[in-house]
């Protein structure tokens, strides 16, 4: 018979820890999901609501045809649009009040989408609001029938739910957490991902309850296919770097890569730009018409893995930042794992190419060090450089380096 004997500093000690955690399983998302930033495809930026079926499926065999799914895109996420009664003022609630599925759009049905998505190895994602009304004035939404609808999509096998913030008569906190409670009580794991707009990461208003009831959160308005619009959804995760780690992310919303309105190069910047900030990573183009110079860019293998990389405990800048801005010209910086670093240099809005530089002082590398500067887009421009880092870089593109192996 073996006895334990536990003194009391030790019992102090395992008695605040149950405390702890007791305290986490009941007011905190239990998930367990998001380790590294969501990567996928919505439907939202590129087909708003004029999608269906035949559409999802294509999609999905266009993430593992593409070779994006082996990357790590993996979720298929249904936006708005998809139920019974879309742009009739009224969505329509069966007798026991759950939302219906439109069935021309989805004659198979929901499940039958849900398990062809998972039968080629990816996961489900749906969409609804918080509010009383989805964005386009549809009656019926979420708010009131959170547990029904957590519960539909759980027996849709669901992966992921989206959900939004329109027509909201209720603080964001409460229906967060109302959610966040409902999501638990599904018992099914289900990435939630937080789209009210409330999550403000200035430091002096951060709301600390984002991070505990859901995964991922928007830190702006809705993105768009325009560089200004990119442009401002970037600016709200500049100072972010030590809000986002593991399991809970900033949002700055979907990607815009390849959709109308933009060109290559700012395609290119837009993803790198998303990459080195640790935001989820959820493409919004036709991903089954796709040019070659888009499809590269969605599978750079080098900037994935900056994005999916985590050093830090959520109290630094573990997620990337901005660290300087001089004039139109921008320094982005991510800590890597093993001593390693990510660097962009930006010229966001220059009328000509710039010399931009990035000094060891601006990334807080020892001045001494000699690190080897791998071009993340081309992996060719391999050297070493010490002290410094220095680009002449195109109107609205980056230059985008891995630093490695930074000793004296």
């Not at 240099?345 to 791998?374: H, M, V, Y």
Request: neutral net charge.
């Amino acid at each position: 018979m073996h006895v334990l004997i536990v003194n009391r500093t030790t019992m102090l000690c395992l008695l605040a820890l149950s405390v702890f955690l007791v305290s986490w399983s009941c007011n905190g998302l239990e998930n367990g999901l998001a380790l590294s930033p969501p990567m996928g495809w919505n439907t939202y930026n590129y087909f708003k609501r004029n999608y269906n079926e035949a559409v999802i499926v294509q999609t999905a065999q266009a993430l593992v045809a593409t070779g994006m799914r082996d990357l790590g895109y993996i979720y298929v996420n249904i936006d708005g649009g998809w139920w019974e009664g879309v742009g009739t003022k009224k969505a329509v609630r069966n007798s026991t009040g759950y939302l219906q599925y439109d069935e021309k759009k989805f004659p198979d049905g929901m499940v039958a989408i849900s398990n062809y998505i998972h039968s080629l190895d990816l996961k489900f994602g749906m969409y609804t609001d918080a509010g009383l009304k989805f964005c386009n004035g549809d009656e019926n939404a979420s708010q009131g029938h959170e547990e029904k609808d957590a519960a539909l999509f759980a027996s849709w096998e669901a992966d992921y739910v989206k959900v939004d913030a329109c027509s909201t008569t209720k603080s964001p906190q409460v229906l967060i957490n109302t959610w966040m409670k409902a999501l638990n009580a599904t018992k099914r794991p289900m990435v939630f991902s937080n789209c009210l707009n409330n999550c403000t990461l200035d430091p002096n208003t951060w709301h600390t309850w984002c991070p505990e009831y859901s995964n991922l959160w928007r830190t702006s308005e809705d993105i768009n296919n325009t560089w200004i619009g990119i442009m401002r959804n970037l600016d709200s995760v500049a100072n972010a770097g030590g809000k986002g780690a593991p399991e809970r992310w900033n949002n700055p919303d979907m990607l815009e890569v390849g959709n109308p309105g933009l060109s290559d190069t700012e395609s290119k910047s837009h993803f790198s730009l998303w990459c080195i900030t640790s935001a989820p990573l959820i493409a919004g183009n036709d991903l089954r018409k796709m040019t070659k110079s888009i499809t590269a860019i969605l599978t750079n293998a080098a900037a994935i893995r900056i994005n999916q990389e985590y050093t830090g405990n959520g109290s630094g800048n573990g997620s990337g930042y901005r660290v300087k801005k001089i004039s139109t010209s921008e320094i982005w910086y991510k800590p890597l794992p093993k001593n390693e670093h990510a660097v962009i240099l930006f010229n966001r809005a220059g009328k000509q190419p710039t010399n931009i530089t990035a000094t060891w002082a601006d990334l807080k590398i020892p001045n001494a060090s000699e690190c080897k500067a791998t071009n993340v887009w081309d992996q060719k421009d391999v050297k070493t450089v010490k002290g410094s880092i220095q680009r002449k870089v195109d109107v609205h593109d980056v230059a985008f380096f891995r630093l490695t192996d930074c000793g004296t």
